[in-house]
């Protein structure tokens, strides 16, 4: 798999969509897994990323209630 940048604007602008969506109401993930899936990610690295994005989200969050 080639990464070119096309492929990481690509990326980048699905993510902030997903992660908007995923600020307001969950489900982010219903994004990102097929559209890393239709760029040609295989589907190993796509659940893999997925789930590291969940777990860092979770972990800010929890700080973030700690500290209030």
Known sequence: ME???TLVLLCCF???I???IDSIAGGGG???IPTLLI???P???CLGSTKLASMCGTIVAFLHFLSE
């Open 3 to 5: 990464v070119t940048l």
């Open 14 to 16: 699905a993510f902030f």
């Open 18 to 20: 997903t992660s908007f």
């Open 30 to 32: 219903l994004i990102t």
């Open 39 to 41: 760029l040609g990610v």
């Open 43 to 45: 589907a190993h690295y």
